[in-house]
């Protein structure tokens, strides 16, 4: 598989998981029902977030820029959840997006997703840490450990694509009509 098809997979994979992200999200919107603007605000997001990187993953536009457009378009969607929706479920989504990015294996989009990652994760720990984190009073502390959570699971993705990207290489030298033991 040569590098272009890889990130087309990888594409089409995040793409996928943002489709059924979607999908989920309206699943707990109707059956929480807190605000129905709220839903549909986030349900619409969400969805117009998928479709614009359905079309261009499946018209093949801009393969490589379209991992910086997923960056963009979960991260806006998380912002989204957190703004409408404060809680822990909505915290819990800056974990989903790193995963859902961590399918490029890639240390600048993993890097990216980090920074992201601590931005919101501050932003909604000073700003709705009542209702997300439920703790009246600014505890630098607890800012730190949430933090700290989220850089040790980047750093467990960036070893992950460090070790993908050592396996295929190695599987690149293999001679393809030379079977694997």
């Known amino acids: 598989m040569d590098h272009l098809s890889l990130i087309k997979g990888q594409n089409k994979m995040v793409v996928k998981l943002l489709w059924i992200s979607a999908f989920l999200s309206f699943l707990n919107n109707m059956a929480s029902v807190r605000d129905i603007k709220a839903a549909v605000v986030i349900i619409v997001f969400i969805g117009g977030v998928a479709m614009v990187m359905s079309y261009m993953v499946y018209t093949n536009k801009m393969i490589h820029e379209v991992k910086y457009l997923a960056i963009a378009g979960t991260y ?8 409408f929706t404060p809680g822990m ?10 995963f859902i990015l ?3 294996q890639d240390q600048k989009v993993i890097a990216i997703s980090a920074v992201l990652s601590l931005i919101l994760s501050t932003f909604a720990f000073v700003f709705y840490k009542e209702m997300i984190f439920h703790v009246r009073y600014h505890n630098l502390l607890s ?5 700290f959570f989220i850089l040790l699971s980047c750093c467990l993705l960036v070893l992950q694509g460090q070790f993908s990207a050592k396996v295929y ?6 001679p393809s009509n030379k079977k694997i033991k």
């Open 76 to 83: 806006l969607t998380v912002l989204v959840f957190i703004a």
């Open 143 to 147: 800012l730190l450990a949430f933090n």
């Open 102 to 104: 961590g399918i490029y």
């Open 89 to 98: 479920l909505s915290y819990l989504t800056i974990y989903i997006a790193l």
């Open 169 to 174: 290489r190695e599987l690149e030298k293999t």
